[in-house]
């Protein structure tokens, strides 16, 4: 399943256990403290996303984290970046 997200829908999924394949969109995690950064991330490795695309809306540090935690899955997001869903 790939997901485009946004914080509220996303919080919903990453407690399902819903398998994700790719996560595409804002986590909304710039001003995260570090004990919601490391529940987020724990939650991703759980679910074990093929590709995680963050937008500007995660902020710096958390792409950061995103990028440490997930070095082959993690892309970026932006405007004008398209992604091709394979079914």
């Known amino acids: 399943m790939t997901m485009w997200v ?49 937008c500007h809306c995660n902020g710096y540090m958390a792409a950061r984290r995103l990028a440490e935690a997930f070095p082959r899955q993690t892309t970026e997001a932006h405007a004008g970046r398209t992604f091709e869903i394979v079914q």
């Not at 999924?13 to 969109?25: F, H």
């Open 6 to 54: 946004g914080c509220p829908w996303l919080r919903k999924r990453l407690t399902s256990g819903m398998p994700i394949g790719s996560l595409i969109g804002g986590l909304h995690l710039p001003a995260a403290m570090k004990s919601r950064m490391i529940r987020t991330l724990g939650a991703l490795r759980r679910l074990a996303p093929q590709e995680i695309a963050a």
